[in-house]
């Protein structure tokens, strides 16, 4: 892909171009817990996106995606949202611009194989690759959690997404063969070894196309605010469901909606529940590690409501099978994948399983994907 990349560049534009890999996210566990200042799990997975990028001496960027063999352009000085995939692009360099970075004009060709809708958060890795080729080319001297943060903006102004940090922090902050327990208050962050060879990271895709950008999203993190509102009243201290109990939460039961109650209950829970993975990650105990995945599956399709019948079933089906540690739907919900960890001598039978079984209840043949964790951004 990379090669193809580039060879299309060359191409549409007549000169060599700076190569930059942006990969795809998956995590773990912690779902819907960045943007309650809580912790998150993720890894980079070797999915990705591919730019190829080089200045072009104009006021005019050029933007050639190859999987919709399209062309877009625009003008530095006439930034504004617009539909389709150029918005994510167009974001980065209003960031950029308002950051007080100079950004002159560029051509590109953006390629990759993430799914989109799938909940691999190919959004950030087209953010993330962008910024980082841009702070490469003209020597912005940012390092990567400013990156992150400033993907992060672009998403929320942009497309309109109020999204935590943690794609835009996987995509940038990755490495091999490790995941990463991120603090989404204060960005501190530790790597943690997946050293479990026996066992493959396998996502199945519900096939149902799920848009962040839904109304749903956002809806989620304003009746977490109106949870954290009623516990403040009684504890001021608390600034986030990050800092409350099951207990301040039941202090206040009466003053919520049931749909609220269940929200927040489900947030300070699943904090709680990534905490305790890493210790299980410590000790190797990666069967207890998967019972808590199923926990938080429980936890997102009864109290938070963003599973769905597709990807209910396929965690039933998951449930079922010995050779699987633990599954559960993965990314803001609504569609998407389902995570699944499967003994690797097992991985084809469990493919051909849940793709029968669906596809006997769907009438849909999902699509499977074995990952491995990989490197953040690179930039060739």
Same mark, same amino acid.
């Given at each position: 892909? #990379?090669?193809?990349? +580039?060879?299309?560049? $060359?191409a549409l534009?007549g000169?060599?171009?700076? #190569?930059?890999?942006?990969?795809g +996210?998956?995590?773990? #566990?912690?779902?819907?817990?960045d ?13 990705k996106i ?9 006021r ?5 995606a ?24 167009m ?14 004009? /560029? ?15 190919s959004?950030?890795?087209?953010e993330g ?28 102004t ?5 999204c935590?940090?943690m ?12 995941v990463?327990?991120?603090d989404?208050?204060?960005l501190? /962050?530790?790597?943690f070894p997946?050293? /479990? ?10 096939m149902v ?10 809806? +989620? ?9 009623? $516990? ?10 990050r800092d ?26 699943? #904090? ?15 069967q ?13 399709s ?8 597709e ?24 569609g998407?994948?389902?995570?699944n960890?499967v ?9 051909s399983y849940?793709?029968? +079984? ?11 994907y ?9 930039v060739?």
């Amino acid at each position: 892909m #990379i090669q193809k990349t +580039r060879e299309k560049f $060359i191409a549409l534009f007549g000169k060599e171009p700076l #190569i930059v890999v942006s990969p795809g +996210r998956i995590n773990l #566990i912690g779902e819907h817990t960045d943007y309650n200042d809580g912790f998150v799990l993720p890894a980079a997975i070797d999915k990705k996106i591919v730019y190829a990028v080089a200045l072009n001496d104009t006021r005019q960027c050029n933007a050639h995606a190859v999987f919709t063999n399209e062309t877009v352009s625009f003008s530095l000085e006439d930034v504004k949202p617009t539909p389709g995939w150029i918005n994510y692009l167009m974001g980065v360099v209003d960031q950029l611009q308002r950051g007080g970075y100079e950004v002159k004009g /560029f051509d590109c060709v953006i390629n990759g194989d993430i799914p989109v809708g799938a909940g691999m958060s190919s959004s950030a890795a087209v953010e993330g690759g962008l910024v980082a080729a841009l702070d490469h080319i003209f020597h912005y001297g940012m390092d990567r959690m400013q990156m992150a943060l400033l993907g992060q903006r672009a998403e929320h102004t942009f497309p309109g997404v109020k999204c935590g940090i943690m794609d835009q922090f996987a995509n940038l902050h990755g490495k091999k063969d490790q995941v990463m327990r991120l603090d989404c208050r204060s960005l501190d /962050f530790e790597y943690f070894p997946f050293n /479990f060879p026996e066992y493959k990271i396998v996502l199945c895709n519900s096939m149902v196309h799920h848009s962040l950008a839904s109304s749903e999203y956002n809806v +989620r993190r304003q009746q977490c605010e109106e949870g954290v509102k009623a $516990i403040q009243a009684m504890h001021p201290e608390v600034k986030s469901l990050r800092d409350a109990t099951m207990q301040q939460l039941d202090e206040v039961r009466d003053q919520l909606s049931a749909k609220i109650y269940d929200r927040c209950a489900y947030v300070i829970s699943e #904090i709680q529940r990534v905490q305790d993975a890493t210790e299980l990650l410590k000790k190797g105990d990666l069967q207890q590690f998967g019972q808590l995945m199923y926990a938080t599956h429980e936890g997102l399709s009864k109290q938070y409501e963003v599973s769905c019948p597709e990807l209910d079933f396929l965690v039933t089906l998951a449930k079922e099978r010995p050779e699987v540690a633990g599954a559960r739907v993965m990314g803001g919900g609504f569609g998407g994948c389902t995570i699944n960890l499967v003994k690797q001598e097992e991985v084809a039978s469990y493919q051909s399983y849940i793709q029968s +079984r669906y596809k006997e209840e769907f009438g849909i043949t999902p699509d499977v994907y074995v990952t491995t964790i990989e490197d953040g951004v690179t930039v060739n």
